[in-house]
């Protein structure tokens, strides 16, 4: 049987796209690779003009940033696409929103300036809603978690057991709220990342703290941390660029 052989012609990437989407509702439980297959489906339907890579199984060159965990919320993910025409940033926008299923949304797309976006995604935001709890109680857990020097917590990975210290990357937790009580965490992006329920498995090895149920968990930015803040990632693309701001769900 004979092999087949890479496509050579194709045209090369002559401008890359910046998205900002948001994984809303049910789309909290989809994969990242399940919503790898949509997002590809969805340039498809919206006739976007994708740049491929070379060699025997060209794909779409779509690069993704540091994807939520399955489960999670979401009003900041990020990906980049390069296409092989210019484009107009608002009529991508549209397409690619109309085109992928309820609960995916994008929420703004710009053309991408000099610089890696990943290097501007150095912490994220998280609200962990948690229904049923005291905020006293709650309060007393995260201010115990703050004080303490470190708080070691256990991943299971395919290689053993890895310590990680969940207290050395949050930036900053506050309780608000009592309907529900909700934590806001910033924690800034290490290899490997600390996700939120190693937040949650701290606040129980430090304060012996259990939600009554678990808890809800939403990623409300990402970004670089300045002055107590999260800069928006996508600034720089605007300055002398064009952006396409989203509506739905805005």
Not at 110 to 133: F, H, K, N
């Amino acid at each position: 049987m004979s092999r087949p052989t890479p496509d050579r012609d194709q045209p090369p990437a002559v401008q890359k796209l910046r998205v900002r989407f948001a994984k809303r509702g049910r789309m909290r439980f989809t994969s990242h690779r399940d919503f790898q297959r949509a997002f590809e489906r969805a340039l498809r339907r919206a006739h976007v003009p994708m740049a491929f890579s070379h060699g025997f199984t060209p794909h779409p060159k779509v690069s993704y940033l540091g994807a939520s965990p399955t489960g999670a919320a979401s009003e900041a993910e990020y990906l980049e696409v390069s296409v092989t025409q210019e484009c107009d940033p608002e009529h991508i926008r549209s397409a690619l929103d109309e085109a992928l299923p309820d609960g995916f949304d994008v929420v703004d797309l710009v053309i991408a300036g000099p610089g890696a976006l990943a290097d501007r995604l150095q912490v994220s935001s998280w609200l962990l809603e948690m229904g049923g709890a005291d905020v006293a109680t709650v309060t007393d857990a995260v201010d115990g978690f703050l004080a303490a020097e470190s708080v070691e917590v256990r991943r299971r990975t395919k290689n053993g057991t890895r310590t990680l210290d969940a207290r050395a990357v949050l930036l900053h937790g506050d309780v608000t709220g009592d309907d529900p009580v909700a934590v806001t965490a910033v924690i800034r992006h290490e290899s490997p990342t600390v996700r939120p329920d190693e937040i949650m498995a701290g606040l129980r090895l430090v304060a012996g703290f259990e939600p009554p149920a678990p808890p809800r968990v939403t990623r409300l930015a990402q970004g670089l941390w300045s002055n107590g803040a999260i800069d928006d990632p996508l600034a720089p693309d605007r300055v002398g660029g064009a952006s396409a701001p989203g509506r739905r769900g805005e």
